[in-house]
Every structure is written in C-alpha cells, then in structure tokens.
C-alpha cells in the first residue's frame, strides 16, 4: 500500500499522472503476462492493474470476458496471480493491484488472500462487485494485512456516495467513466470531465478514472481532471491479436504513447 | 421479519454488485416499500391477476395421483393454468407496475426456459413497455416455441453466447445491460435470487400461490396441509408456495434437479451439493470448483438449469425451515409421465421434479394427511424434449 501512496505523492510533486495498464492474468499464459509487464513498467506504466480470472465477470465487456476465459483454459487462478505478482515483485518496484471478483477471493478466504498478497508484494486489491455496503469484511481484512482496498465511485452514484467512496477508499479512488461495462469505446460522455471535476471536489484521495478509455487523444483530454488514468481492454485487445516479440513491441509503444500526454 | 436491512436472510443475501447499479438498487428497494403499501397500488395488482392472469388458479385434488402413491391425499396447486402457462407471471406482472410507476419505460429480462421471458414480454405487451429477453443460445435451440411466443409478443430475444449459454450467462448479460441502461430500465428478474430488494420482491408477488392454496385448502378440508412439495431452481415457485405457511406446522420439501446423477458432476442441486459463494448479486449456496469459479448446471429442465438459489432458499436450508432433495432427469420423466397419465396434465419438466418425488414421501404418509404440490407450469413447452428423451416419434403407431 505504501508504494502506491508514495507513488502519486512522487508524480504530484513532479506534476505528472499516473498511467494504469491493466491485463488479464494469464492470458494466454503467466509467462506472456510477466514479459509484458515488465515491458509496460520500462515503457511508462506506473502502476499496474492485473485481472484474476473468473467464470462469471459481469462487469466486463466481450474483450476482457474472453481474456479470462483464455486464462482459465490454461488453470490460471487467484494462486497463480498471487505467485506471479510474487515474481514480479524481485523485478520491479511497481505498484502491483490485482482485480477481481469476490468469490474466488472469498473462497480462497479474505484474510488469507490479503495476507497472501501483502507478503508476496501486491500493493492492493479493487472488486468490481464488491460495493460500499458489502465490502466490511474485506477492508477489515485488508486494512489488517497491509494491503489497499480500493472503492469505486460511478456516476450514477451522486456526491453522498463519492464523498462516502473517497473516504473508504485506499491507496487511490478509482472512478467509472461510463455508466456501462468495461470495453474500449471511441466515444467518452461529454459530461466526464465535469463530472470528474466534481469528483475532484468531493474526495482528498488520488484520483484515477477506468473504463473506455482506448487511445492517446482521450487520456490527453482527461489527464487534466485526474491523477491517473486506467487503460485495460485497448491493451487486452492487442494482447488477443499478437503473439511473442511482435506482442512486447506493440504494447511498449502503446504504452509509452498513452504516458506521453501524462508527462508534465 | 426478514430479510434485515442489509437485504439478509441470516448469514444469505446481499447486493454484490458493481457500484454503477447501487443506487438503482437503493432506488428500488425505496419505491417498492411505497408503492407495494399503496392502496391503489395493490387494487391495481389484484384487478390484473384477476381478470388478466386468471386467478385464483385451482387448487385441484388429485384423486388418480392419489391412488397410485396410495398416501396422502394430493393436491395440486394449478400454477400450469395461469394466463402464459406457469407462476411466473404472478412476478413479472406485479414488477411491470411497479416498474411502470417508477417511470421506466424499458423492461429486461433473463430466461432459462423461456416461461419468465414469456411472462415478461407478456406484460411488456400489456403495459406498453420496451421488453430486451435476454437468452442463452442453448435454452433457445432447446426452447424454440417459447422464442417464438415472445417475439410475437414483441420483445427482442437477444442470443447469449457466453459460458455454458444458459441461464446463467443470461443473467450475466442481462446484468451488463442494465449496468449501462440502468436509468431508463427496470431489469425484472424472475426468481428469488439476484441482489437485494431482489428475492424480497419476488417472494412477495409469489407469495399470493401460497395464500390462495391456503384459503382454499380450509374450504376444501378445513385445516393446514401436512406438507408442502416444489421444485427449486432459482426457486420462485417453491418459496410463493412455502412462504405463507412459514410459521405453520407444515413440513417443506424443495426437490432440484440431480441431472445425471449427484456423482456425475451433471446437475443443479445446488443447495443438495453445493457450498455458500457469490454469484449474481447474493450470497447464497452455488455450485462452483475449488477456485470459486462457478460450474455450469445441468438438467432437462431448463428452468432449473441454474447453478445458484435465492438466498432465503439457503437461509432455510440452514435453519432446517425447509428441506432440499434432488431428482433425476429420469425420475423426473416418470413424474412427467405419471401426471400425464394419471390426471390428464402434462407438467412442465420442472413441476415433474416435484412429482416425481413424491413417491419417496408418500409411503411415510396416511390417506387422512394431505400434501399441496405446487404444479409451477405446463408441459407444452417440454413435448419435443420430452419426446427426444422417452424416443416417442410424432409418426403412425
């Protein structure tokens, strides 16, 4: 949790944002994810969101559902991410944020994942279906082991409910830019940089903004608004279409494009 | 009385959902506190269920049935005759209202074996909304005529791809849509299962099966039944008919679906042979691997053919309130054919469930007890299935 408050503390006094990638744990297999990872952190990821697979992601759009089920075909599950992250660790001092959903990490048990996870080096946890009135247990367990757990605010909320996100939350808030499902999208509302601004008004806490969100003209519009910015089914895409050096290429420009409007 | 102000049923229940749908969730549970207690509200309801729906449905002594099992006296609750074949419209209409007074103009939908897509689309229809049926390709290829019915209801059937393409990637989908069209939609869903206010709204428009068959029941006999048989897949039918009796001294058997058999990894007994977890926005028994991932359910009864259970279901099961068994789909097909033959009805394959265990607890009973087994739906829509399965051909004899 630590890396993660030092890292917006850094990149605020250097005037600078975050950039998020998020990929698929294991998709298509943990060596390619490792490769990558280590590819986007040398390229300008500042932190990075890795997905547990699951069966059932009811958040996730097409792009991110087929991901997982990639994973899942070749037996990647929460043990597996963790022992990963616990790899990647020895390489990098990268924030490292798993996302996922609540069974399997209920199943594997809350405070022995998060205990699992503090001491492999996973910085903290965000649960897509774990909302504000359920999520008690979870932080409590989080809280205790060291690692953050971050809420999500959506604009459907209202400022009760922000103002309620931001406090809870940990390490950063991370705000859905659409009322929808995860998926890269051409077109963001209109409304989002008011909206985000609102937001900014509202909480104390780092700021991040998820979902949509493909290509370097719309991370360029937002970066303003925000602390960081989110990046996930435009990465998995690519990671669905291209295989081995020609893969670790592609991402590492991509990535190194979607930082570039994020540099002060 | 529960659930508490969590939306828990004990330990069960919950709203694991993502954030965006929260507050159409806190929205809901408001406006149905109001609106249920609305006098107007519920002179409206009834008036439908009445001239509309058809109710009361009978409560028919099944004195054929009743002579084979050689027990207790049985009677059916006649769910199978209310207006689109099968209880579900006793939810999707009181939802309609309630969706149409909350200023909605969209309803959504997920379905298994088409009845709840049917009864949705149908009050869709009736009420002038825009009606989404969400669908997984297998139940529609299984469940081709009830397709048909609701397009010409019209509503569009949107085909599911995803996972086993069942019941349970319906609901995934139609949980995705709503996520993004939440503020003009109203997602109607049709068991006892989903987020809270979820399993408290259908239970209570259920609930009217289990008022009506006990009303009858003093008429008829003039005392409380001794048990109470229904099938549970999501478990809609089994809790509108346990739900009024929940403080009576009245045993309740749920029957699910074994599928192949427990031992064969192909079924839907979830509260049989699953374990507490998360899925579609409660807590409650599923089935689900070692990981937490959730198993795809089997049985021929696509109604059943879902890997949760409400989580009142589960609170029961717990509490020891309710027992939970499960039948074959074989054993299922003698209860289908057993009704056929005995009574002149042919049951959905999931009310055949409830049929079929009958035999296991009738032996245990005197001709004075009586049991109340609720027949949730018609078999029409179960005849090709049902045909494949036995090798009945539509040819000469």
């Known amino acids: 949790m630590k890396r993660i408050e030092a890292l917006f503390r850094t990149l605020k006094q250097r005037g600078e944002k975050a950039l998020i990638p998020f990929i698929t744990c294991g998709d298509p297999d943990l060596q390619t994810t490792r490769a990558l990872a280590l590819e986007m952190a040398a390229r300008g990821a500042d932190l990075l969101e890795l997905g547990i697979p699951f069966s059932d992601p009811l958040a996730d759009g097409p792009t991110i559902q087929a991901a997982s089920n990639r994973a899942l075909q070749h037996g990647v599950h929460l043990q597996e991410v963790l022992e990963l992250a616990g790899k990647l660790r020895r390489d990098t001092d990268m924030p490292l944020v798993l996302m996922g959903y609540y069974n399997p990490i209920l199943k594997h048990g809350l405070e022995r994942t998060a205990r699992e996870a503090a001491q492999l080096g996973v910085d903290g946890f965000i649960i897509p279906d774990l909302p504000l009135e359920e999520s008690g247990p979870w932080r409590k367990a989080a809280t205790a082991a060291g690692v953050a757990s971050i809420c999500l605010a959506a604009p459907t909320g209202g400022p009760q409910r922000i103002r309620k996100a931001g406090r809870l939350t940990r390490g950063f808030l991370y705000y859905v830019s659409v009322t929808g499902i995860t998926g890269a999208r051409t077109a963001l509302p209109a409304e989002l940089a008011a909206a985000l601004k609102e937001v900014r008004s509202l909480v104390k806490c780092p700021l991040a903004v998820g979902f949509g969100i493909s290509n370097q003209e719309q991370v360029r519009w937002l970066a303003p608004y925000v602390d960081g910015v989110v990046v996930g089914s435009a990465i998995v895409q690519r990671v669905a279409r291209l295989k081995g050096k020609e893969l670790l290429k592609e991402i590492g420009n991509f990535v190194a494009a979607l930082k570039e409007p994020l540099k002060p | ?397």
Not at chain 2, 78 to 97: M, W, Y
Not at chain 2, 153 to 167: D, K, Y
Request: with cysteine.
């Open chain 2, 1 to 397: 009385m529960l659930p508490d102000r969590h939306g828990r049923y004990g330990q069960y229940g919950g709203r694991f959902v993502p954030e965006t749908l929260m507050p159409a969730l806190l929205e809901l549970e408001a406006a149905y506190r109001k609106i249920s207690r609305n006098r107007e509200f519920r002179r409206e309801l009834a008036w439908y269920l009445r001239e509309y729906v058809g109710r009361p449905t009978p409560l028919y002594f099944a004195r054929h049935l009743t002579e084979e099992l050689g027990g207790p006296k049985i009677y059916l609750k006649r769910e199978d005759l209310a207006h689109t074949g099968a209880h579900k419209i006793n939810n999707t209409l009181g939802q309609g209202l309630l969706a149409r007074r909350m200023g909605k103009a969209r309803l959504i939908a997920e379905t298994g074996a088409g009845q709840h897509g049917v009864a949705t689309a149908t009050v869709a229809a009736l009420l002038g909304l825009e009606c989404d049926i969400f669908m997984g390709t297998e139940d529609i290829r299984r469940q081709r005529l009830n397709v048909i019915r609701m397009r010409l209801l019209g509503a569009r059937v949107i085909p599911v791809e995803s996972g086993s393409r069942t019941l349970k990637d319906a609901m995934n989908e139609a949980i995705r849509d709503w996520v993004t069209h939440v503020r003009h939609t109203h997602y109607v869903i049709g068991s006892v299962a989903g987020p809270h206010p979820y399993p408290m709204i259908v239970r209570d428009f259920q609930s009217v099966i289990g008022k009506e068959a006990k009303a009858q029941l003093k008429v008829r006999e003039g005392r409380r039944p001794q048990c109470l048989v229904a099938c549970v897949g999501g478990g809609s039918n089994a809790m509108g008919l346990f739900y009024p009796f929940y403080h009576d001294p009245v045993r309740l058997v749920g029957v699910e679906a074994a599928g192949h058999g427990l031992s064969s990894g192909f079924h839907s007994a979830t509260l049989v042979a699953g374990a507490p977890g998360v899925l579609h926005g409660s807590y409650s028994y599923l089935l689900q691997d070692v990981w937490g991932n959730i198993l795809e359910a089997h049985s021929l009864a696509p109604g059943l053919d879902y890997p949760g259970v409400g989580p009142e279901h589960a609170f029961f099961k717990d509490s020891g309130r309710a027992e939970y068994v499960s039948v074959t789909d074989g054993e299922a097909l003698e209860g289908f054919k057993l009704l056929s033959r005995t009574e002149g009805i042919l049951p959905a394959l999931e009310s055949a469930h409830a049929v079929a265990y009958l035999k296991n607890l009738a032996p245990y009973y005197s001709p004075d007890d009586i049991f109340i087994v609720n027949l949730s739906g018609r078999g029409d829509k179960d005849v090709d299935a049902v045909a494949e399965a036995l090798g009945l051909s539509g040819g000469a004899d």
